[in-house]
């Protein structure tokens, strides 16, 4: 009969509820630490995106003023043209 106590007792131990295991600091640590640097990882995904488009935008707003650039200087030489043009025609109404 001992043999049949002894899978009795191994039978009630295996389906006991057994014990949780105690969570070490280290495990509260890592698990921190891994949830900081994912959550960093995304901001820092997020960043580098908006960089990204934040370029462009500069990008194409230097090449906007370039051209608005050109347009003033074009402009400006024709106020001057007709600004002579006009001085002309006084100094003839005058002579």
Same mark, same amino acid.
């Given at each position: 009969?001992? #043999?049949?106590?002894?899978?009795?007792?191994?039978?009630?131990? #295996?389906? #006991? *509820?057994? #014990?949780? @295991? @105690?969570? !070490?600091?280290?495990?509260?640590?890592?698990?921190?630490? !891994?949830?900081?640097?994912?959550? =960093?990882?995304?901001? *820092?995904?997020? &960043?580098?995106?908006?960089? =990204?488009?934040?370029?462009? $935008? *500069? @990008?194409?707003?230097?090449? $906007? %003023? $370039?051209?608005?650039? $050109?347009? &003033?200087?074009?402009?400006? @030489?024709?106020?001057?043209? %007709?600004?002579?043009? &006009?001085?002309?025609?006084?100094?003839?109404?005058? *002579?």
């Amino acid at each position: 009969m001992p #043999s049949v106590h002894r899978y009795k007792q191994q039978t009630m131990n #295996s389906n #006991s *509820i057994k #014990s949780k @295991k @105690k969570l !070490t600091p280290f495990y509260w640590f890592f698990t921190a630490f !891994t949830f900081l640097l994912i959550w =960093n990882a995304y901001d *820092i995904a997020t &960043i580098i995106i908006q960089q =990204n488009k934040t370029k462009e $935008e *500069i @990008k194409d707003l230097k090449e $906007e %003023n $370039e051209i608005l650039n $050109e347009e &003033i200087f074009q402009l400006q @030489k024709e106020v001057q043209r %007709n600004r002579q043009i &006009i001085a002309d025609k006084v100094l003839k109404l005058n *002579i």
